[in-house]
């Protein structure tokens, strides 16, 4: 199992951004296939982004793509999350992810996007 820790969340004014981190450690990180989630209050965890192990191939849900991007440093052991154009429903946790669903998760960075 990997550890995953997530830093960069904060308060943004919509059509800010936030760059998040993940910082693995434990195994290493070029191992995984890893991803970003986020969760609103009262709504199901969601997909927002993944990346290949070697950071060739990037997928995003329809809600982020041109606005998010999604890399990693296996050198560093850090995946990011560049969040540029926010809106008020980017407001949520999010959550970094190792390995898929049944992978690591770290605890989660609140981003909350005001009006």
């Known amino acids: 199992q990997v550890q995953l820790v997530e830093s960069g969340g904060g308060l943004v004014q919509a059509g800010g951004s936030l760059r998040l981190s993940c910082a693995a450690s434990?195994?290493?990180?070029?191992?995984?296939?890893m991803g970003w989630y986020r969760q609103a209050t009262g709504k199901e965890r969601e997909f927002v982004a993944d990346i290949n192990w070697s950071g060739g191939s990037t997928y995003y849900a329809d809600s982020v793509k041109g606005r998010f991007t999604i890399s990693r440093d296996n050198a560093k052991h850090t995946m990011y999350l560049q969040m540029n154009s926010l809106k008020p429903e980017d407001t949520a946790i999010y959550y970094c992810?190792?390995?898929?669903?049944?992978?690591?998760w770290g605890q989660g960075t609140q981003v909350t996007v005001s009006s």
């Open positions: 434990g195994r290493t990180l070029s191992s995984y296939d």
């Open positions: 992810n190792a390995g898929g669903p049944g992978g690591s």
